[in-house]
């Protein structure tokens, strides 16, 4: 996603709001049976005490940093003076967990990437969550430590946060948004533009893996896959690739929902360039085909949350694939096509059979199909 | 995958067609009437290797392209029904009715749920005895065996909550309707490799002989395609006209006999709408009374409907093989995956999506 | 028509009321109604998948057989190749009136 502008609103979290009568200030004579202490109530959203405790126990002591244990309104951080990248993200994936994953990993990964993807280094998160009343609280500790970890790999901190309750139904469970800010470099600055004739596309990895896990652990469609979601931050391979190719790489981008096809296709049109891609040489793992097979499914369009597109001068392609191959993330990195004079706009697929097809967008999501 | 990705090999594929071209004396007209093979030759661009050497015609099989409109519009009927599941193929979700879509009556607040198996929908009636469950049950011959276990099942089990929304049709009486059309130009026929492996092939030996073409049932991946195409073509080369075989892995003479009387103790014949077509006598499947109580039409007092269809929609020559999609004055833009007129723009399988979807509409296609 | 896709059974369950499976198709796994093939397969056997039920079951020796032939498409003269296969298909097919 291309950065944009955000305004952020930081909840109140003033531990020294009067509770006094309150029934959720009882101790033992508390109304509320037992059981609903276990999961969240609208009350958690409301700026009291009850909010106060969920931050202080359940997101402080995974997410801390000197940022934000102060808790004032906003988080203040050091940022070199200079244009800064930005931007911001929701989730609402369901299931909540997946394999490989869940909402929270998705909702670090997915931010820290899209700062990535320009090129620049990612440097704080805020995390703002829309909690539904009943969703279990062991839940939300499983996700808070899921981001925390995420996180901490990628040495990225979460300064700030908010924390809404909505009433039973309308929530799905949590809703996530993640906003990054990140340090760019005036040297390396991969954009759609730059995209020229001849440029290598390379993969950095295996295709279709997160959307198959995640459909895979959705109730209907009953199917057992030995794939789990790729979803890992990406800004190691970046660094890799800066290092050995610098402005050789001309377009960056993770393809996320959508697939490889839509990724390449926002690409080709804002670029105004032709893409052809080879089927041969499209990495897709065994199980990814399998399921997509089953379901009637084209592994181009599925989601992925770890991996990235690299659009790489022709020049620079086997010092790039080298790069990339050297970490593990990219072990399995390949060039998948490259950028041709024909059909600007459109892409292009080679079959194995050696004809041509045009890999469009699709309308919509993709549905299991009996025909 | 084994049975699956080496009948992808491209090697060979080139040297089938090569072979096709050699054998061709000139451009036969050949129809592949299962809608997953359009979606293959389309896909695969096997229509582009074989630059003429032969003309495929695409047939009206897709299940969901032919559904009656009438029967669309019972299926959002019900879809808009408080406490009602309405369960279904992934396929239908998209196909226009009268008026909008199943996706549009979730977005209202209807509870459609997509599923893979028939089974899935009848596990869903028993978890949730307090609502009603229905099941859109769409498809040809293939799907029939799958369909009935569910309403056997539900019968078996004494699940007083399901029902099948039907809307089943076969192959046969719809080659006869094309075959006996006064402008037809199909010349051979690959029939379809699954409606085959539950039907056999007994029952296109009478066509073959009727009409003088010759039919070879076929798998569906490109190997496939292109062995069906060289046998009939081989076949038209020697004025033969019988039923053959290419689809060895799947198909016997006889199918799946135990498929097929499940299937005639839960259907018996009756006459069906084709969307687009019109009636065709004899080519569906429906109910029988001793299942009334499994029937959603009967249960939900759906029987009369009347639906309209927008005039400009052409699926009827489309699936006839009268048209290209592309040929169509609406193609691309009065009609596109995103606002469709009709079915088989709308359906994976639709020969208009797969035209649209893969690119045979714009200028530059070809690239070498 | 549709979509059916081939997979090896990996559990087989033949005294549930209902004769069901787990068919692996190559690194996914799902359960499989092997009501309309339970007489013919075993373990390790392929089957055609559509919906979820197991359709047929995959003549292994037809496909090898019918592979082969395709395979040695290469070999032979190329006018001469079609007629031959052709011929060879209708000579190699079992006409049996019950399987």
Redesign the interface.
């Known amino acids: 996603m291309p950065p944009t502008t955000v305004t952020v609103d930081f909840a109140r979290l003033r531990p020294s709001i009067s509770m006094e009568g309150s029934p959720l200030a009882q101790g033992p004579n508390c109304p509320i049976p037992l059981t609903d202490q276990e999961r969240i109530q609208l009350a958690h959203g409301s700026g009291g005490k009850l909010s106060a405790t969920l931050v202080r126990d359940r997101f402080l002591p995974h997410f801390s940093n000197e940022a934000l244990t102060k808790l004032t309104d906003a988080a203040v951080v050091e940022v070199d003076a200079g244009r800064i990248a930005i931007s911001t993200d929701s989730f609402v994936v369901q299931p909540l967990e997946f394999p490989g994953g869940d909402i929270g990993s998705l909702a670090v990964h997915g931010t820290l990437n899209d700062i990535a993807m320009m090129g620049a280094e990612p440097l704080y998160l805020s995390a703002a969550f829309v909690l539904e009343e009943g969703l279990l609280l062991e839940t939300v500790d499983l996700i808070v430590a899921s981001m925390a970890k995420a996180a901490r790999a990628a040495s990225v901190p979460i300064v700030c946060g908010d924390t809404k309750v909505v009433e039973r139904g309308k929530a799905d469970g949590v809703f996530i948004n993640t906003t990054g800010i990140g340090k760019l470099d005036p040297d390396f600055a991969p954009t759609p533009e730059k995209a020229a004739v001849h440029d290598a596309i390379i993969v950095s990895g295996p295709v279709g893996r997160h959307g198959i896990a995640v459909m895979a652990a959705r109730e209907g469609l009953k199917l057992e896959v030995e794939v789990e979601s790729d979803a890992a931050t990406l800004y190691p391979l970046v660094a890799k690739l800066r290092e050995s190719a610098g402005a050789n790489v001309h377009v960056l981008r993770d393809p996320t929902r959508g697939g490889l096809a839509s990724a390449l296709n926002e690409i080709a049109g804002s670029a105004g360039v032709g893409v052809e891609l080879e089927e041969h040489s499209l990495p897709i793992p065994g199980p990814v085909n399998a399921a997509c097979e089953l379901l009637g499914f084209d592994p181009l369009y599925v989601a992925n949350e770890g991996i990235l597109l690299a659009f790489v001068d022709q020049s620079a392609c086997d010092g790039a694939l080298e790069a990339l191959r050297s970490h593990p993330l990219g072990a399995e990195a390949a060039v998948i096509g490259r950028v041709v004079t024909q059909h600007a706009g459109l892409v292009t697929l080679r079959t194995a059979i050696g004809s041509t097809r045009i890999v469009d967008m699709l309308p919509g999501d993709q549905l299991p199909r009996i025909c | 995958m084994k049975y699956l990705s080496e009948y992808r090999d491209g090697t060979i594929a080139r040297s089938l067609v090569q072979k096709i071209k050699h054998t061709a004396s000139r451009p036969w007209v050949l129809m592949e009437v299962c809608g997953g093979q359009t979606h293959t030759i389309v896909k695969q661009g096997i229509d582009q290797l074989l630059d003429g050497a032969v003309e495929m015609i695409h047939g009206p099989g897709c299940p969901v392209c032919v559904t009656p409109l009438e029967q669309i519009d019972r299926a959002l009927h019900m879809a808009s029904r408080p406490n009602l599941i309405f369960t279904s193929f992934g396929d239908m979700l998209r196909v226009p009715g009268s008026d909008g879509d199943l996706f549009q009556v979730r977005a209202r607040g209807g509870d459609v749920r997509v599923v893979y198996s028939p089974l899935d929908a009848l596990e869903i009636a028993k978890q949730n005895p307090e609502r009603e469950v229905v099941f859109f049950a769409v498809g040809f011959e293939t799907t029939a065996p799958a369909n009935a276990m569910a309403v056997l099942q539900a019968h078996r089990l004494g699940i007083r909550n399901f029902s099948v929304l039907v809307s089943h049709v076969t192959v046969p009486p719809a080659i006869g309707a094309i075959l006996d059309a006064p402008d037809n130009r199909v010349q051979a026929l690959l029939a379809a490799g699954h409606v085959c492996t539950i039907m056999g092939w007994a029952e296109y030996e009478p066509l073959a002989v009727r009409y003088r073409v010759p039919i070879v049932v076929t798998g569906f991946e490109p190997l496939d395609i292109l062995e069906g195409i060289l046998m009939a073509v081989a076949q038209l080369e020697n004025g033969r006209h019988e039923v053959e075989n290419q689809y060895v892995r799947s198909v016997r003479r006889d199918g799946n006999r135990l498929a097929r009387d499940s299937v005639s103790k839960v259907f018996e014949v009756v006459n069906r709408q084709w969307r687009g077509i019109g009636e065709i006598p004899l080519s569906g499947l429906g109910l029988r009374d001793e299942f009334a109580e499994f029937d959603a039409e009967r249960k939900f007092g759906l029987r009369e409907i009347t639906a309209i269809e927008p005039q400009e929609c052409r699926a009827g020559d489309v699936l006839r093989g009268r048209l290209k999609p592309n040929e169509c004055p609406a193609f691309g833009s009065r009609c596109k995956p995103e606002h469709p007129l009709g079915a088989p723009m709308v359906s994976s399988e639709g020969a208009c999506a797969a035209y649209y979807g893969y690119g045979r509409f714009r200028a530059t296609t070809a690239v070498d | ?6 997979g ?1 059974i990996a559990e087989m369950d033949t005294d549930a009321e ?1 004769a069901s499976g ?1 068919v692996d ?7 499989v ?1 092997l ?5 013919e397969v075993e373990i390790g056997d ?1 089957v ?6 197991a ?2 079951k ?3 020796q ?2 090898e057989r ?2 082969e032939i ?2 040695e ?2 070999q032979l003269d ?2 001469q ?3 031959e ?2 011929a060879e ?2 000579l ?8």
């Open positions: 028509m549709c979509l059916g896709i081939p090896r209902l787990i198709f190559g690194g996914v796994k799902r359960e109604c009501a309309y093939v339970a007489d392929y055609i998948v559509h919906v979820g039920f359709i047929a995959v003549d292994e037809e496909a019918t592979f395709l395979r498409m290469d190329e006018l190749a079609s007629g296969v052709a298909r209708s190699g097919q079992p006409r049996v009136e019950d399987q």
